[in-house]
């Protein structure tokens, strides 16, 4: 299994970035993806996941981020608007055996890379 995380880069406050994760399962929709990040200084957080129904969010992005997924494409997406300035971290994607969304990142099996998003204030 990889996942292949792509999309960070600099953007300045208030803007948008769409993050995405490409999947090598071969049984993509039976598992659970969610997006994770860690800032400078900081342990790892939940950011948003997403299964067979709508998506789960951090509190600190509800409202400015969108999970969402393609099965076919085996790859799962994370649009986020109204940037602000904590939230530059590394963004993680991670995958999970299973159908709902879950913000426990110990009960997630297979991680990728990480890209860097930086926000600028």
């Known amino acids: 299994v990889q996942?292949?995380?792509?999309?960070?880069?600099?953007v300045q406050?208030?803007?948008s970035l769409r993050l995405s994760c490409a999947a090598s399962i071969r049984t993509?929709?039976?598992y659970v993806m969610g997006w994770f990040r860690q800032a400078p200084g900081k342990e790892r957080e939940f950011v948003a996941s997403i299964g067979w129904g709508s998506g789960m969010y951090a509190d600190s992005v509800k409202g400015r981020f969108t999970i969402s997924r393609?099965?076919?494409?085996?790859?799962?997406?994370?649009?986020?608007?109204s940037l602000k300035s904590?939230?530059?971290a590394v963004y993680y994607c991670a995958a999970a055996w299973g159908v709902a969304a879950q913000?426990?990142?110990?009960?997630?099996?297979?991680?990728g890379q990480g890209t860097l998003v930086t926000v600028s204030s």
């Open 3 to 10: 996942l292949q995380a792509s999309g960070g880069g600099l």
């Open 13 to 15: 406050a208030g803007g």
């Open 28 to 30: 993509f929709s039976s």
């Open 70 to 81: 393609d099965n076919a494409k085996q790859t799962v997406y994370l649009q986020m608007n």
């Open 86 to 88: 904590e939230d530059t």
């Open 103 to 111: 913000g426990d990142g110990s009960r997630y099996d297979y991680w």
